[in-house]
């Protein structure tokens, strides 16, 4: 075996692990977030668990993925430790699917079916499809399957590279004498999980058995001890990313790792008691790639049979290991991990930023109730949302600017650009409401008391700003562009109010009923409720501009006032002038 030979191994693989890449994140891009959905809700019981953590590494091909996927679900606080148990182990299932997809190297025959299902012959077919798909298709879903397509074909063909290159190694005594010590089970097991490690991905240390098995040097004696080992190579990438990770998304890297250690031992042992009382003469015999597959999926159903039952055992084995050190760990379901799976971490910001919505809607609401009746539980409240809020907009604001440098669909971009836009206008709301009871407590100190004729125009201002702030809000939950629009006329009428107000109250003053103090107190009490009015008015437009797909706001207002809407927009100005109006004098 020359340089060039190990050259061709190590570039195989290379390709072989971006074919990977390639065609595990155009299928999670294709997937759109379903798969993640399903897994976050297969809490009803672990077999459901268990199915459906097969089927998405499956579908994913990789099972680090659906780990780490599970870490990154207890971490946040969306999945308990044991409903990520059977998702791990499904994830172990699922990886096998590689393995046979990869056996397709190994079909001997000269018949033109068998020839039809050799890789060297439907290969190229399915990577001029791909590349045709991707780079001459229009429509995103079109090019992602072109791009899952070509990383099936890149995969394929770092696989024949592999192949390719260890085939000298059939006539070299020295590597069939290599391979022999290799039968020796610990040896086996510490080599399958040390290369594994260090490639993280048990499907591509697979392959490379499955490469080499096709120079007729790999027994099963040989194949047994490695695959096992392959298994527990692959823990390390969940160990890795639970690092930083709450105290339950480590568990739940310690029962991926116990799960597949003690499945790995519990295999070893039944085994070679079995051999040394009937002697498997098979261990000599010579194995193909598809045999490599029959094992390697063979173990994990075993495991999986054995250790699903006992589950509560591998739960109760990883809180032994990772031990109670804070009575409380805030649980955040923006997990870094979920960055690798763009469609599923745009729904969780949305899920974040609609509970900022409603957060800061209830906020305020509290904050105008403190204005006609004084409570200091209330207005200790409306301050502690306001940490939560500012806490939501830096954490959340942060997450979508990371989100925004992946590979994402034009729709989920535009979705993105909203949220950036909208979180700010949530965390002012927020603000004002803060203001609002500072006003409160002013008066309350001051021991301050607006006139009666005041108290009635406030009332009214205060249910217009709550209708508009509910409109506002509604709008942006529901995304209903339709309630969108009845927000810049309620907006104009608000506007007319805080005016009318302040006329009002320079009557009041001149006649002696009103104070000066008052005065700048009524000031920052109809500002501060005004300017809730165009956060509202912002969110709004915010929502009606990315349903129109541009950011410019002129086009938005001639969407709202201009010729084509013109007519419904004095109505509606109308119609809440009559709702909203002040008592006559």
């Known amino acids: 075996m020359t340089i060039f030979n190990l050259l061709s191994l ?3 693989l290379a390709i072989f692990l971006y074919g990977m890449h390639l065609m595990s994140s155009s299928l999670e891009s294709m997937s759109g977030g379903m798969l993640e959905r399903a897994l976050e809700r297969s809490t009803s019981s672990k077999w459901k668990a268990l199915l459906l953590g097969t089927v998405a590494t499956a579908v994913v091909q990789s099972s680090s993925a659906t780990t780490v996927m599970a870490v990154g679900f207890v971490n946040g606080g969306i999945m308990s430790l044991n409903q990520a148990v059977g998702i791990i182990m499904g994830a172990n299932i699922g ?6 997809i990869l056996s397709l190297t190994g079909i001997q025959g000269t018949s033109f079916i068998v020839q039809m299902f050799k890789p060297t012959s439907f290969t190229p077919v399915i990577a001029v499809i791909g590349v045709i798909m991707a780079m001459f298709s229009k429509k995103q879903k079109q090019k992602t399957i072109g791009a899952v397509l070509c990383g099936f ?8 590279m592999m192949s390719s290159a260890v085939a000298p190694l059939a006539n070299m005594p020295e590597f069939v004498s290599i391979m022999t010590k290799f039968s020796n089970p610990l040896l086996g097991v510490l080599t399958g999980a040390l290369i594994t490690g260090i490639i993280q991905s048990s499907s591509a240390s697979v392959g490379i058995l499955q490469a080499l098995s096709l120079t007729g040097g790999i027994t ?5 001890p490695i695959i096992l080992g392959q298994n527990i190579g692959t823990c390390i990438t969940a160990l890795l990313s639970c690092i930083g990770a709450s105290k339950n998304a480590r568990r739940t890297a310690m029962v991926h790792l116990y799960f597949n250690i003690i499945g790995s031992v519990f295999f070893l042992i039944l085994f070679y008691v079995l051999n040394a009382f009937y002697r498997f003469t098979f261990l000599d015999d010579v194995l193909d790639p598809a045999h490599i597959a029959i ?9 999986t049979a054995v250790l699903l039952p006992a589950s509560g055992l591998l739960v109760k084995l990883a809180k032994l290991t990772v031990t109670e050190k804070h009575a409380h760990e805030e649980e955040w379901p923006l997990d870094e991990r ?3 799976m763009p469609a599923f971490a745009l729904e969780q910001c949305r899920n974040v930023i609609q509970r900022m919505a409603t957060l800061s809607r209830d906020t305020l609401i509290m904050a105008l109730g403190t204005i006609e009746h004084y409570d200091a539980k209330t207005i200790a409240t409306v301050a502690e949302n306001e940490d939560i809020i500012d806490k939501y907009e830096d954490r959340l604001g942060t997450y979508l600017v990371q989100l925004s440098t992946r590979n994402l669909m034009e729709k989920d971009s535009n979705e993105i650009g909203m949220f950036l836009h909208t979180i700010g206008d949530f965390e002012r709301i927020s603000d004002h409401a803060v203001n609002l009871t500072e006003v409160a407590q002013e008066m309350h ?3 301050l008391e607006f006139s009666d004729a005041a108290k009635v125009e406030i009332r009214v201002f205060s249910s217009a700003l709550r209708e508009i702030l509910n409109n506002a809000v509604d709008a942006f939950l529901n995304e209903d562009i339709e309630e969108a629009r009845m927000v810049e006329p309620l907006e104009e009428v608000i506007d007319a109010i805080k005016a009318d107000i302040r006329a009002r109250h320079v009557l009041r003053l001149r006649e002696g009923i009103c104070t000066i103090e008052l005065g700048f107190v009524l000031s920052d009490l109809l500002t501060n409720m005004e300017r809730v009015s165009d956060h509202c ?3 709004a437009a915010t929502l009606i501009q990315t349903k129109n797909d541009t950011f410019d706001m002129h086009s938005y207002l001639q969407s709202v006032k201009g010729a084509d809407g013109v007519e419904e927009f004095t109505a509606r100005v109308k119609e809440y002038s009559e709702r909203f109006a002040l008592p006559t004098i």
């Open 537 to 539: 008015s912002n969110l």
């Open 220 to 224: 099963y004696g040989v194949a047994i």
């Open 10 to 12: 190590f570039g195989g």
């Open 295 to 303: 094992i390697h999926t063979s173990f994990n159903l075993m495991a």
């Open 95 to 100: 990886t096998t699917v590689t393995a046979w």
């Open 445 to 447: 100190d001051k021991k």
């Open 338 to 340: 979920f960055l690798d």
């Open 153 to 160: 074909a890149v995969l394929m063909y770092g696989m024949s």
